[in-house]
């Protein structure tokens, strides 16, 4: 099925186009949107269908993870199975950001999100664009990469559309988006570990976690 394409301001993004991916997303579709630094692909967690077509549009293996983004932590204590003192110092620091936490995913997660490993892997973004959206549907959205696996992460709006057309069903392009992307740190053990290092550094990391 052909992709639409929806230009979209980055910083007041309409509420038409915002309703209309909302209005995707609860139909099983995939969206693709800007967030802070790139544009990432997006769906229903809860949906294993919709999960299903991220998999198969970035050609992704089933045994990998799909990260989360989230409005609040409210809503990321809701898809967390224990919520840590270092869960707590991360988010309050960083959140809304570039970083990205893992935790033990609560029940209410599917494990197929998890890549079956049971971990999630989730963010509060500062996009207004994913922040709309999130508002409007009022649950967590799955956020990962906009690029086919493997490949670089598509940077622009039309990017997306000539790399996965047809693979996914809208894009909304607000232009140009660079940048290193998110940092993610992994606290489900006894000493926490970057797996990714992208705008924050390690260093900021171990400053607000010393001691915990």
Not at 132 to 144: D, F, G, M, N
Request: glycine share 8%; hydrophobic share 45%; net charge neutral.
């Amino acid at each position: 099925m052909p992709t639409d394409l929806i230009e979209i301001d980055a910083e007041r993004p309409s509420e038409r186009a915002i309703e209309r991916a909302a209005a995707a997303v609860r139909r099983g579709q995939v969206v693709a949107i800007p967030t802070d630094a790139l544009y990432s692909l997006v769906c229903d967690p809860l949906n294993l269908h919709a999960v299903g077509r991220i998999f198969s549009a970035k050609g992704r293996e089933q045994d990998r993870a799909l990260p989360m983004l989230v409005s609040d932590v409210v809503m990321a204590e809701e898809l967390t199975k224990e919520i840590s003192a270092r869960f707590y110092l991360l988010a309050r620091h960083f959140w809304p950001g570039e970083l990205t936490i893992i935790v033990q995913a609560s029940s209410r997660v599917p494990l197929k999100v998890t890549g079956n490993t049971g971990r999630l892997a989730m963010r509060q973004s500062k996009s207004k664009v994913a922040n709309a959206l999130l508002e409007r549907l009022s649950q967590p959205l799955i956020a990962t990469s906009a690029n086919l696996s493997g490949q670089p992460t598509c940077t622009s709006g039309i990017e997306v559309f000539g790399v996965m057309d047809g693979r996914v069903d809208l894009v909304l392009d607000a232009g140009p988006a660079t940048g290193l992307g998110a940092t993610t740190v992994d606290i489900t053990e006894p000493y926490w570990r970057v797996i990714k290092e992208g705008v924050i550094p390690e260093a900021a990391i171990a400053e607000v976690l010393k001691g915990s």
